[in-house]
């Protein structure tokens, strides 16, 4: 079910596996029965720079509840030795995870562009997708309804959208006010993000 431009709720059971960043391999099934947050990154997007302060926020003020935030780069595996300095210095409370593609953002439904984030309830099923840059204060509301083990979605989450960035703004390097689609449905070209290296989307 759609809420709105960039917000979408369509439960269903999802899997990832990928590597944190000594190499070892992790997978979203170790997870079952916790509440996860998953946030697409890149050391290259600054959109995504932006919404690191709040995943520790968010992080600190829910661990204790059973939250787990997974942050997982989405750079170049050359890259690993930049990605492990940028994880050291801005996300040392999080769970890193790289090597992330294309494929694995699509099957959670996220997309191409950067950033992104699925918050993935204790039964592996996707509560609610933000595709662009998340808001903070719904996405801590999501996290609420899930850790009090309600179903559905929070109370006037229909009312609240993520915003997203027009192809303008995207090929111009600069932010825009949100761009909703014909009826308020989503559109995924206008989702993304601008990067330090202009308007990009992961590697497949």
């Given at each position: 079910?759609?809420?709105?431009?960039?917000?979408?709720?369509?439960?269903?059971?999802?899997?990832?596996?990928?590597?944190?960043?000594?190499?070892?391999?992790?997978?979203?099934?170790?997870?079952?029965?916790?509440v996860v947050l998953v946030n697409f990154w890149?050391?290259?997007?600054?959109?995504?720079?932006?919404?690191?302060?709040?995943?520790?926020?968010?992080?600190?003020?829910?661990?204790?509840?059973?939250?787990?935030?997974?942050?997982?780069?989405?750079?170049?595996?050359?890259?690993?030795?930049?990605?492990?300095?940028?994880?050291?210095?801005?996300?040392?409370?999080?769970?890193?995870?790289?090597?992330a593609t294309t494929r694995d953002m699509e099957?959670?439904?996220?997309?191409?562009?950067?950033?992104?984030?699925?918050?993935?309830?204790?039964?592996?099923?996707?509560?609610?997708?933000?595709?662009?840059?998340?808001?903070?204060?719904?996405?801590?509301?999501?996290?609420?309804?899930?850790?009090?083990?309600?179903?559905?979605?929070?109370?006037?989450?229909n009312r609240i959208t993520a915003p997203s960035?027009?192809?303008?703004?995207?090929?111009?390097?600069?932010?825009?006010?949100?761009?909703?689609?014909?009826?308020?449905?989503?559109?995924?070209?206008?989702?993304?993000?601008?990067?330090?290296?202009?308007?990009?989307?992961?590697?497949?």
């Amino acid at each position: 079910m759609a809420l709105g431009d960039g917000l979408e709720a369509a439960p269903q059971e999802v899997d990832l596996d990928l590597s944190d960043l000594e190499g070892r391999p992790s997978s979203l099934a170790s997870y079952r029965g916790k509440v996860v947050l998953v946030n697409f990154w890149a050391t290259w997007c600054l959109p995504c720079r932006e919404e690191m302060p709040a995943l520790r926020h968010i992080q600190a003020r829910y661990a204790a509840r059973g939250l787990s935030v997974l942050a997982v780069s989405a750079d170049e595996a050359a890259r690993i030795g930049e990605v492990r300095r940028f994880a050291r210095k801005h996300l040392q409370d999080l769970i890193v995870w790289t090597g992330a593609t294309t494929r694995d953002m699509e099957r959670l439904g996220l997309g191409e562009a950067l950033p992104a984030t699925a918050l993935i309830d204790p039964d592996g099923r996707i509560a609610v997708r933000f595709i662009g840059p998340f808001d903070a204060t719904l996405l801590q509301s999501w996290v609420d309804w899930l850790l009090n083990g309600q179903a559905g979605q929070p109370p006037g989450s229909n009312r609240i959208t993520a915003p997203s960035f027009s192809q303008e703004a995207l090929a111009d390097g600069h932010h825009a006010h949100p761009h909703a689609g014909a009826h308020g449905e989503e559109e995924e070209h206008h989702h993304g993000s601008v990067g330090l290296e202009g308007a990009s989307l992961v590697p497949s």
